[in-house]
């Protein structure tokens, strides 16, 4: 007996395949291996194919040992009011509202796959619509920059129990000692911390402390970041969910963010924002945060669940 049944995929005219309530067999589910700056995803396109329980999927998926490998598994789906959808979900299962380094590759995947081949894309988040224009070279997306929307600063908007209209260098007990933190909410909420050196910290340590500080209600995402030079950071950074990643897109527009509130760093100015796995370039403005980065696809593939 056929255990999967064709029916068609709400808002595309195009079809996929469920597999019927009666089915035992598994089902195949093709998958593509991405990464920004070494953020790396595994990637699920739902134009074509459906999947279901998606938080138990990125638990799965995402161990690098029994499953594909990743920082996570983030579904591109079709959406009815923009290209499409992009759902990220962590390596624990949590959801995370926005992606930045992950939308990029979202928006290459659409345009090299055909399934929305324009240079200008909208793609639907759990915090909005982003715009982003896709740079091509010999018909392939190579880098995206993306309109990340207002930096948002108001404590109970990001959100972080600090008093007052915002969060510049305000001080911050953490496992016994006092940091000043930065915070910004770029469709998630960062606390960003300055630095000497990144590298000489402990952050499998004192990320944790940070991530679930009382001060951050839905935990945060910490970045731990110094001046290099002018318009120039360094920065690693402690993901909610994640733990220590190669990168962060939307960390890195917090980061630029953060050093121009601080007078590190000029507004309305390209800021060069190294990462572990390379190099985001972000421009803070009053109206939005424009960032810009590479995409690459790693490999394609199919697995069963």
């Known amino acids: 007996m056929n255990r999967f049944d064709r029916v068609p995929s709400p808002g595309t005219g195009v079809e996929y395949y469920e597999r019927a309530a009666s089915g035992g067999e598994k089902q195949k589910l093709r998958f593509t291996k991405m990464h920004g700056c070494a953020n790396d995803y595994v990637y699920i396109e739902l134009f074509t194919q459906k999947a279901e329980n998606f938080s138990d999927l990125a638990v799965q998926l995402s161990d690098r040992h029994t499953g594909i490998g990743g920082d996570g598994v983030i579904f591109i789906c079709p959406s009815e009011t923009a290209d499409g959808e992009m759902r990220m979900f962590n390596l624990d299962g949590s959801e995370g509202k926005m992606c930045g380094n992950g939308i990029r590759c979202v928006a290459k995947f659409l345009y090299d796959s055909g399934l929305k081949r324009k240079d200008v894309l909208r793609i639907e988040t759990k915090s909005g619509v982003k715009t982003c224009e896709v740079h091509a070279e010999n018909g392939e997306a190579v880098s995206v920059t993306v309109d990340m929307g207002k930096a948002e600063l108001v404590p109970e908007r990001i959100p972080a129990r600090f008093p007052g209209e915002s969060v510049v260098r305000q001080p911050l007990e953490v496992d016994g000692k006092t940091y000043e933190v930065t915070c910004v909410s770029m469709g998630n909420p960062h606390c960003v911390v300055f630095v000497d050196d990144p590298d000489a910290l402990d952050l499998e340590k004192i990320g944790p402390k940070f991530e679930r500080h009382g001060a951050f209600p839905e935990r945060v995402n910490t970045e731990f970041v110094s001046v290099l030079g002018k318009n120039s950071l360094k920065m690693r950074v402690w993901e909610r969910g994640s733990g220590?990643?190669?990168?962060?897109?939307?960390?890195?527009?917090?980061?630029?963010?953060?050093?121009?509130?601080?007078?590190?760093?000029?507004?309305?100015?390209?800021?060069?924002?190294?990462?572990?796995?390379?190099?985001?370039t972000v421009r803070y403005t009053e109206e939005t945060v424009f960032m810009t980065g590479d995409a690459d696809t790693s490999f394609e593939g199919t697995v069963e669940i």
């Open 244 to 280: 220590e990643t190669m990168a962060c897109g939307t960390g890195a527009c917090a980061a630029a963010v953060a050093a121009c509130l601080n007078g590190l760093a000029g507004q309305g100015e390209d800021v060069r924002v190294k990462l572990r796995g390379g190099t985001l």
